[in-house]
T-cell receptor, first 113, second 113 residues
Framework: AQSVTQLDSHVSVSEGTPVLLRCNYSSSYSPSLFWYVQHPNKGLQLLLK??????LVKGINGFEAEFKKSETSFHLTKPSAHMSDEAEYFCVVSANTGNQFYFGTGTSLTVIP | DGGITQSPKYLFRKEGQNVTLSCEQN?????MYWYRQDPGQGLRLIYY?????DFQKGDIAEGYSVSREKKESFPLTVTSAQKNPTAFYLCASEWGEGTDTQYFGPGTRLTVL
């Protein structure tokens, strides 16, 4: 069975400080993992994905995530937050044996000027 | 431009009426998906289709119906049997099953009056 837990429903950071959004997953298979971002009343945009290649994955807009199998984690980070980063972020796991995605409940990021 | 379009962006419906949400993609993707998003929750899968003329129920299919007569189109009908239809609906498509990335449309916000 596959599942995703986003450990924080809301994160606030000051502009220019690092961002950490936490995600733990459960998967019976070698998973593919994704981070998506959603701005208000918009669709989801892919930030980055892990598919069993390099464990440190670089995405768009300066975001990156590290796959840690021993910790079953796939945390999203960014060295310096910008106001434009304010959005909802979703961690997603795919089972690799079918085409169903399993979504976390989302983390809302607020950036304080 | 390649992408996924959903229409309309906002939709209002009276109780007891059926309504159809449009989803079109020109990415030549085989698989298409419909999700429902409610505040504070992740996305929940309604229906998905891996190929033309074939589709499967997702986790919350009751009160919804779909068709896949063309590769490019995957319309969703919200029927009067859906008890709580007010939500944000997202359509996605994917090249093939498994580890591929799902690409999302901009969404349709349905409000039942």
């Amino acid at each position: 069975a596959q599942s995703v837990t986003q450990l924080d429903s809301h994160v606030s950071v000051s502009e220019g400080t690092p961002v950490l959004l936490r995600c733990n997953y459960s998967s019976s298979y070698s998973p593919s993992l994704f981070w998506y971002v959603q701005h208000p009343n918009k669709g989801l945009q892919l930030l980055l994905k892990y598919t069993s290649a390099a464990t440190l994955v670089k995405g768009i807009n300066g975001f990156e995530a590290e796959f840690k199998k021993s910790e079953t984690s796939f945390h999203l980070t960014k060295p310096s937050a910008h106001m434009s980063d304010e959005a909802e972020y979703f961690c997603v796991v795919s089972a690799n044996t079918g085409n169903q995605f399993y979504f976390g409940t989302g983390t809302s990021l607020t950036v304080i000027p | 431009d390649g992408g996924i379009t959903q229409s309309p962006k906002y939709l209002f419906r009276k109780e007891g009426q059926n309504v159809t949400l449009s989803c079109e993609q020109n990415l030549n993707h085989d698989a298409m998906y419909w999700y429902r998003q409610d505040p504070g929750q992740g996305l929940r899968l309604i229906y998905y289709s891996q190929i033309v003329n074939d589709f499967q129920k997702g986790d919350i299919a009751e009160g919804y119906s779909v068709s896949r007569e063309k590769k490019e189109s995957f319309p969703l009908t919200v029927t009067s049997a859906q008890k709580n239809p007010t939500a944000f609906y997202l359509c996605a498509s994917e090249w093939g099953e498994g580890t591929d990335t799902q690409y999302f449309g901009p969404g349709t916000r349905l409000t039942v009056l």
